[in-house]
């Protein structure tokens, strides 16, 4: 078993499918378990709120069923969008969810991009971004055993003096990786970024002394890929993505598909090295899938494309 986050690391967004709750959850278990068989390091989960398609309100407990279900691969909240909760609950449960499985827990920060978000929380979005910058560096001293007094006294946060938990911030700005650097933590960056972008964000991040991983995200398919499902996700996008932010998105580079699992690791790999990335985390989430194509991709992807792109990527992750 790997370290969360670790450098060379490929780990897997694990997404809800718009099931009846209770199958919400048992899917993404069994997705997490097909997953860990096929060999991916770790899985990630993430944050809307409201029943916003394809997400769920709590990205540490559903992270939390994914490890339960299954019994080396890590889990990481990432991101959870900070600015929503007291950064000193988050710390407690981070490290208590640290507690309970050693080892395997690591967790990625954001800002936030959804007003309702906010609203449903009844704070104001414009102060979003305050918020997260005050927050920030207090959850993650408190989840490297720096707390202060009473924080302090919590027995899972004194752990964390011994084992600190492994941290990422989502980045799509050079201002962000460089908060990122100084804070001493790794970068996770947009999925439809372009690679020039990408490149231009982990060149500042190296620069400001940025020195754990920087995680490129793509969407991938193994075979014929599901084309009007990527163009009905990409819409969906546009509805309610800011213009600042799809200004650095690419046209035609959203998903990486390819026939063999060769090519497919190959064009991963080079994206990730044009990138500046040394780390990935691949998506098979599209609009309108059956959760059977996805566990068919799983274990397609581990059979034909991880062993290869592991290669390319260095053998970090596996620990």
Same mark, same amino acid.
């Given at each position: 078993?790997?370290?969360?986050?670790?450098?060379?690391?490929?780990?897997?967004?694990?997404?809800?499918?718009? $099931?009846?709750?209770?199958?919400?959850?048992?899917?993404?278990?069994?997705?997490?378990?097909?997953?860990?068989?096929?060999?991916?390091?770790?899985?990630?989960?993430?944050?809307?709120?409201?029943?916003?398609?394809?997400?769920?309100?709590?990205?540490?407990?559903?992270?939390?069923?994914?490890?339960?279900?299954?019994?080396?691969? *890590?889990?990481?909240?990432?991101?959870?969008?900070?600015?929503?909760?007291? *950064?000193?609950?988050?710390?407690?449960?981070?490290?208590?969810?640290?507690?309970? !499985?050693?080892?395997?827990?690591?967790?990625? !920060?954001?800002?936030?991009?959804?007003?309702?978000? !906010?609203? $449903?929380?009844?704070?104001?979005? =414009?102060?979003?971004?305050?918020?997260?910058?005050?927050?920030?560096?207090?959850?993650?001293?408190?989840?490297?055993?720096?707390?202060?007094?009473?924080?302090?006294?919590?027995?899972?946060?004194?752990?964390?003096?011994?084992?600190? $938990?492994?941290?990422?911030?989502?980045?799509?700005?050079?201002?962000?990786?460089?908060?990122?650097?100084?804070?001493?933590?790794?970068?996770?960056?947009?999925?439809?970024?372009?690679?020039?972008?990408?490149?231009?964000?982990?060149?500042?991040?190296?620069?400001?002394?940025?020195?754990?991983?920087?995680?490129?995200?793509?969407?991938? *398919?193994?075979?014929?890929?599901?084309?009007?499902?990527?163009? =009905?996700?990409?819409? !969906?996008?546009?509805?309610?993505?800011?213009?600042?932010?799809?200004?650095? *998105?690419?046209?035609?580079?959203?998903?990486?598909?390819?026939?063999?699992?060769?090519?497919?690791?190959?064009?991963?790999? =080079?994206?990730?090295?044009?990138?500046?990335?040394?780390?990935?985390?691949?998506?098979?989430?599209?609009?309108?899938?059956?959760?059977?194509?996805?566990?068919?991709?799983?274990?397609?992807?581990?059979?034909?494309?991880?062993?290869? $792109?592991?290669?390319?990527?260095?053998?970090?992750?596996?620990?």
């Amino acid at each position: 078993m790997g370290r969360p986050l670790a450098a060379g690391s490929v780990s897997l967004r694990v997404y809800p499918h718009p $099931l009846a709750a209770p199958h919400v959850v048992r899917e993404m278990q069994e997705q997490a378990r097909i997953a860990e068989a096929a060999g991916f390091d770790g899985v990630m989960t993430s944050e809307h709120h409201g029943g916003f398609p394809g997400y769920l309100p709590n990205p540490l407990l559903a992270a939390g069923w994914l490890l339960e279900a299954t019994e080396r691969l *890590w889990a990481a909240p990432c991101p959870l969008l900070l600015p929503l909760r007291h *950064w000193s609950h988050v710390a407690e449960d981070l490290a208590w969810t640290a507690a309970r !499985f050693p080892g395997r827990v690591g967790a990625g !920060f954001a800002c936030g991009g959804l007003a309702r978000d !906010f609203e $449903l929380a009844e704070l104001p979005f =414009e102060e979003h971004l305050d918020r997260f910058k005050e927050a920030l560096p207090r959850v993650v001293r408190a989840v490297r055993g720096g707390a202060d007094a009473p924080l302090a006294e919590d027995a899972a946060l004194q752990a964390c003096r011994q084992a600190p $938990l492994p941290l990422s911030s989502a980045a799509q700005s050079p201002a962000a990786v460089r908060r990122a650097a100084k804070l001493g933590l790794g970068v996770l960056y947009d999925s439809l970024q372009t690679v020039e972008r990408t490149r231009q964000l982990s060149a500042a991040y190296v620069e400001a002394g940025g020195e754990e991983t920087r995680i490129a995200i793509r969407r991938v *398919w193994l075979g014929e890929a599901p084309r009007s499902h990527e163009r =009905e996700q990409m819409d !969906f996008y546009r509805g309610y993505a800011r213009r600042e932010t799809q200004k650095h *998105w690419g046209a035609g580079e959203e998903l990486i598909a390819a026939v063999t699992g060769a090519e497919l690791a190959e064009r991963l790999a =080079e994206f990730c090295h044009a990138g500046g990335c040394n780390g990935l985390n691949l998506r098979l989430h599209l609009t309108g899938l059956e959760p059977q194509q996805i566990r068919d991709q799983l274990e397609a992807l581990g059979e034909d494309v991880l062993p290869a $792109l592991r290669r390319e990527l260095g053998s970090e992750g596996r620990g």
